[in-house]
C-alpha cells in the first residue's frame, strides 16, 4: 500500500484556472506538509498541518488554500492559476515532533499554460 | 536564519569508489540533520539524521555522514559506490521551531 498518495500525478491547465491536488497519508502521521519543488529542483516548504492545524504558513500567495478535512488528508487549492505556478508539488507526513523524517508522496507536476 | 550550502550541483564517482556528497549548514541553535534522496519522478526519500549522540549516523543503502560541528557540515558518503545510487540528493536542517530548510540538491552521477 502507498503511504502517502497524490492524486493527480500529472495536471495541465490554463492560466486564471482553479485547480486542486489531494494527498492522503496511511500512517497514522499527525503532521502533514506541502512543498514545492520548481525546475531547477529547489525545494521549499508551504504549508505544514498538525491534527488538521496550520502549524507553517511560508510565504505564499493566498491564491493557495490548504484544506485539511481529517488528520490523514491535506488537499491543495489554487485560485486563479499563473505560468509561475507551474512546479511539482509535493505533499509528505511525519509524526509530531522536531526528530522525526518526512515521507514525501510522489509527487504531482503543475503545468500551467 | 537558517540555511544549508551543497557546494556541488553534480558529482560524479566510478562504480566501487568511495562517494562523498558535502553539505553544509548554518543555524542559530542545535541543528537537526537530514539526508534524503530523490529519484526520477519521484518524491524524496529519508536516508539517515543526526539528532544528537555519536557523530557518525549510518543510514539506508549503506550510506552514512558524518557531523562535524566545528566545520558545520554534514556530509554523506558511502565506501563503495553503486549505479543505482545515481539520484539527486538534499542536504536539509531544521532548528527550533522553524521548519525543514533543504539545500538545492546535488546530482550524483556513478559511471559503471
Known amino acids: 500500500d502507498t503511504a502517502v498518495s497524490q492524486t493527480p500525478k500529472y495536471l495541465v491547465t490554463q492560466m486564471g484556472n482553479d485547480k486542486s491536488i489531494k494527498c492522503e497519508q496511511n500512517?497514522?502521521?499527525?503532521?502533514m506538509y506541502w512543498y514545492k519543488q520548481d525546475s531547477k529542483k529547489f525545494l521549499k516548504i508551504m504549508f505544514s498541518?498538525?491534527?488538521?492545524?496550520?502549524?507553517i504558513n511560508e510565504t505564499v500567495p493566498n491564491r493557495f488554500s490548504p484544506k485539511s478535512p481529517d488528520k490523514a488528508h491535506l488537499n491543495l487549492h489554487i485560485n486563479s492559476l499563473e505560468l509561475g505556478d507551474s512546479a511539482v508539488y509535493f505533499c509528505?507526513?511525519?509524526?509530531?515532533?522536531?526528530?522525526?523524517?518526512?515521507?514525501f508522496g510522489p509527487g504531482t507536476r503543475l503545468t500551467v499554460t | 536564519a537558517q540555511s544549508v550550502a551543497q557546494p556541488e550541483d553534480q558529482v560524479n564517482v566510478a562504480e566501487g569508489n568511495p562517494l562523498t556528497v558535502k553539505c553544509t549548514y548554518s543555524?542559530?541553535?542545535?541543528?537537526?540533520l537530514f539526508w534524503y534522496v530523490q529519484y526520477p519522478n519521484r518524491g524524496l526519500q529519508f536516508l539517515l539524521k543526526?539528532?544528537?549522540?555519536?557523530?557518525l549516523v549510518k543510514g539506508s543503502y549503506g550510506f552514512e555522514a558524518e557531523f562535524n560541528k566545528s566545520q558545520t557540515s554534514f556530509h554523506l558518503k558511502k565506501p563503495s559506490a553503486l549505479v543505482s545510487d545515481s539520484a539527486l540528493y538534499f542536504c536539509?536542517?531544521?532548528?527550533?521551531?522553524?521548519?525543514?530548510?533543504f539545500g538545492k540538491g546535488t546530482r550524483l552521477s556513478v559511471i559503471a
Open positions: 509528505a507526513s511525519s509524526p509530531p515532533g522536531l526528530f522525526y523524517e518526512q515521507y
Open positions: 500512517l497514522g502521521h499527525d503532521t
Open positions: 498541518y498538525n491534527n488538521k492545524e496550520l502549524i
Open positions: 536539509a536542517v531544521l532548528s527550533g521551531n522553524t521548519p525543514l530548510v
Open positions: 543526526y539528532i544528537t549522540g555519536d557523530n
Open positions: 543555524v542559530s541553535g542545535n541543528p537537526y
